[in-house]
Protein backbone atom coordinates (compact mmCIF):
# COMPACT_ATOMS: atom_id res chain seq x y z
CA UNK A 1 0.00 0.00 0.00
CA UNK A 2 1.60 3.28 -0.84
CA UNK A 3 0.26 6.48 0.50
CA UNK A 4 0.19 9.73 -1.78
CA UNK A 5 -0.53 13.34 -1.26
CA UNK A 6 0.17 16.01 -3.91
CA UNK A 7 0.46 19.83 -3.00
CA UNK A 8 1.84 22.82 -4.92
CA UNK A 9 -0.91 23.51 -7.50
CA UNK A 10 -2.13 27.24 -7.76
CA UNK A 11 -3.09 30.16 -10.22
CA UNK A 12 -0.54 31.22 -12.60
CA UNK A 13 0.09 33.52 -15.40
CA UNK A 14 1.73 31.86 -18.98
CA UNK A 15 5.25 31.52 -18.69
CA UNK A 16 5.23 31.15 -15.09
CA UNK A 17 7.35 28.37 -13.20
CA UNK A 18 5.48 26.47 -10.58
CA UNK A 19 6.24 23.44 -8.71
CA UNK A 20 4.68 20.32 -7.69
CA UNK A 21 5.43 17.65 -4.66
CA UNK A 22 4.06 14.59 -4.11
CA UNK A 23 4.54 13.15 -0.63
CA UNK A 24 4.35 8.77 -0.44
CA UNK A 25 4.21 7.19 2.03
CA UNK A 26 7.69 4.57 1.08
CA UNK A 27 9.97 4.64 -2.37
CA UNK A 28 8.51 3.77 -5.27
CA UNK A 29 8.50 4.69 -8.89
CA UNK A 30 6.10 7.77 -9.54
CA UNK A 31 4.02 9.04 -12.03
CA UNK A 32 3.11 12.17 -13.15
CA UNK A 33 -0.60 12.74 -14.76
CA UNK A 34 -2.97 15.36 -15.38
CA UNK A 35 -6.84 15.96 -16.86
CA UNK A 36 -8.40 18.96 -17.99
CA UNK A 37 -11.76 19.43 -18.24
CA UNK A 38 -13.63 16.90 -20.40
CA UNK A 39 -10.63 14.98 -21.21
CA UNK A 40 -9.25 11.44 -20.69
CA UNK A 41 -6.37 11.85 -18.09
CA UNK A 42 -2.95 11.89 -19.98
CA UNK A 43 0.73 11.09 -18.66
CA UNK A 44 3.10 13.69 -18.32
CA UNK A 45 5.89 12.54 -16.77
CA UNK A 46 7.51 9.28 -14.71
CA UNK A 47 10.44 9.19 -12.70
CA UNK A 48 12.02 5.20 -11.91
CA UNK A 49 13.13 4.08 -8.86
CA UNK A 50 16.21 3.52 -10.71
CA UNK A 51 16.10 7.48 -11.35
CA UNK A 52 15.23 7.38 -15.25
CA UNK A 53 13.06 9.58 -16.41
CA UNK A 54 9.89 9.76 -19.27
CA UNK A 55 8.48 12.73 -20.43
CA UNK A 56 5.46 13.27 -22.88
CA UNK A 57 6.21 15.31 -25.92
CA UNK A 58 3.95 18.11 -24.57
CA UNK A 59 6.00 18.91 -21.76
CA UNK A 60 9.63 17.61 -22.63
CA UNK A 61 11.92 20.33 -22.50
CA UNK A 62 9.42 22.50 -19.80
CA UNK A 63 8.78 20.31 -16.60
CA UNK A 64 11.22 18.05 -14.99
CA UNK A 65 10.97 15.33 -12.53
CA UNK A 66 12.98 14.84 -9.72
CA UNK A 67 13.48 13.11 -5.94
CA UNK A 68 13.83 14.81 -3.24
CA UNK A 69 17.57 13.94 -2.21
CA UNK A 70 17.26 14.06 1.37
CA UNK A 71 13.87 12.48 1.08
CA UNK A 72 13.69 10.00 -0.87
CA UNK A 73 9.83 9.12 -0.49
CA UNK A 74 8.77 12.86 -1.83
CA UNK A 75 8.99 13.28 -6.40
CA UNK A 76 8.38 16.76 -7.69
CA UNK A 77 7.84 18.09 -11.03
CA UNK A 78 8.94 20.93 -11.41
CA UNK A 79 6.79 22.98 -14.39
CA UNK A 80 8.45 25.83 -16.32
CA UNK A 81 7.24 28.25 -19.50
CA UNK A 82 3.76 27.09 -18.53
CA UNK A 83 0.66 27.42 -20.90
CA UNK A 84 -3.02 27.32 -20.59
CA UNK A 85 -3.23 24.08 -21.86
CA UNK A 86 -1.29 22.93 -19.48
CA UNK A 87 -4.31 24.15 -17.00
CA UNK A 88 -5.60 20.40 -15.77
CA UNK A 89 -5.94 18.45 -12.24
CA UNK A 90 -2.48 17.16 -11.75
CA UNK A 91 -2.00 13.60 -9.86
CA UNK A 92 0.73 11.56 -8.98
CA UNK A 93 0.32 8.15 -8.98
CA UNK A 94 2.85 4.82 -7.97
CA UNK A 95 2.50 1.35 -9.57
CA UNK A 96 2.25 -1.58 -7.28
CA UNK A 97 5.86 -3.00 -7.93
CA UNK A 98 9.02 -1.26 -8.47
CA UNK A 99 9.23 -3.99 -11.20
CA UNK A 100 6.65 -2.35 -13.93
CA UNK A 101 8.63 -1.33 -17.11
CA UNK A 102 5.99 0.65 -18.97
CA UNK A 103 5.79 4.00 -16.78
CA UNK A 104 3.67 5.56 -19.54
CA UNK A 105 -0.37 4.29 -19.39
CA UNK A 106 -2.46 5.11 -16.42
CA UNK A 107 -2.94 1.28 -16.03
CA UNK A 108 0.55 0.61 -14.90
CA UNK A 109 -0.41 2.40 -11.75
CA UNK A 110 -2.67 1.37 -8.77
CA UNK A 111 -2.52 4.51 -6.22
CA UNK A 112 -3.19 7.63 -7.00
CA UNK A 113 -3.14 10.95 -4.84
CA UNK A 114 -6.11 13.22 -4.74
CA UNK A 115 -4.95 16.04 -7.51
CA UNK A 116 -3.85 19.17 -6.96
CA UNK A 117 -5.30 22.29 -9.28
CA UNK A 118 -3.09 23.73 -12.11
CA UNK A 119 -4.34 26.87 -13.87
CA UNK A 120 -2.31 28.83 -16.09
CA UNK A 121 -4.19 32.19 -17.48
CA UNK A 122 -2.96 33.59 -20.89
Known amino acids: QVQLVESGGGLVQAGDSLRLSCAASRRASMGWFRQAPGKDREFVAALRWSAETYYSDSVLGRFTISRDRANNTVVYLEMNGLKPEDTAVYYC???????????????????WGQGTQVTVSS
Open 93 to 111: AAPSTLLTTNLRPNTAYTY
